[in-house]
T-cell receptor
Framework: EAGVAQSPRYKIIEKRQSVAFWCNPI?????LYWYQQILGQGPKLLIQFQNNGVVDDSQLPKDRFSAERLKGVDSTLKIQPAKLEDSAVYLC????????????FGPGTRLTVT | GQNIDQPTEMTATEGAIVQINCTYQ??????LFWYQQHAGEAPTFLSYNVLDGLEEKGRFSSFLSRSKGYSYLLLKELQMKDSASYLCAVRPAGGYQKVTFGTGTKLQVIP
């Protein structure tokens, strides 16, 4: 079974530029999550999708971050414009919705904003 | 909201036993996860507790006390490869399978 795929693995941009990340979850997983993990901290949920609908985006900075999962499969997360404090690893995870519904994480995208 | 506390760092000796504690305060509770995260890698699932008691899985065990808002992860026969961060994550009551992660405990195993 293929795992969660993410691209790119690394990205360096200047502040005020835009960037997009892509995620393809495990086949059949209805729930998809985007997390931001700053060095030395735990993952912070940015947005959670159930199929192609958003179920939680309470911690997403909506003035600069956006995400979509149009066909209920793969997803993109965009930052526009980026700030220095956006430097972090962006993790995508998916879960099947069963019990206990553990999450499977992709390798992450390490973003550096200069 | 949720408040999750874990020690920041721990050091233990190869072959020994180490216990990593996690305390939490949540508005409703629907389960607790432990994940392992090696440096530069993604978290991987270790265990899930929803009822009080001890769940054993090989060298790793996880304990939960819902009345105390307390869990621990017990690692036996430590190996060098167990050096990693261990993340406690709580699922509040309600739907959608959302979890909130603690900041993690960085475990260093020394020879």
């Amino acid at each position: 079974e293929a795992g969660v795929a993410q691209s790119p693995r690394y990205k360096i941009i200047e502040k005020r530029q835009s960037v997009a990340f892509w995620c393809n979850p495990i086949s059949g997983h209805a729930t998809l999550y985007w997390y931001q993990q700053i060095l030395g901290q735990g993952p912070k949920l940015l947005i959670q999708f159930q199929n192609n609908g958003v179920v939680d985006d309470s911690q997403l900075p909506k003035d600069r971050f956006s995400a979509e999962r149009l066909k209920g499969v793969d997803s993109t997360l965009k930052i526009q414009p980026a700030k220095l404090e956006d430097s972090a690893v962006y993790l995508c995870a998916s879960s099947s919705g069963g019990n206990p519904g553990e999450q499977y994480f992709g390798p992450g995208t390490r973003l550096t904003v200069t | 909201g949720q408040n999750i506390d874990q020690p920041t760092e721990m050091t233990a000796t190869e072959g020994a036993i180490v216990q990593i504690n996690c305390t939490y305060q949540t508005s409703g509770f629907n389960g607790l996860f432990w994940y392992q995260q090696h440096a530069g890698e993604a978290p991987t699932f270790l265990s899930y507790n929803v009822l009080d008691g001890l769940e054993e899985k090989g060298r790793f065990s996880s304990f939960l006390s819902r009345s105390k808002g307390y869990s621990y992860l017990l690692l036996k026969e430590l190996q060098m490869k167990d050096s990693a961060s261990y993340l406690c994550a709580v699922r509040p009551a309600g739907g959608y399978q959302k979890v909130t992660f603690g900041t993690g405990t960085k475990l260093q195993v020394i020879p």
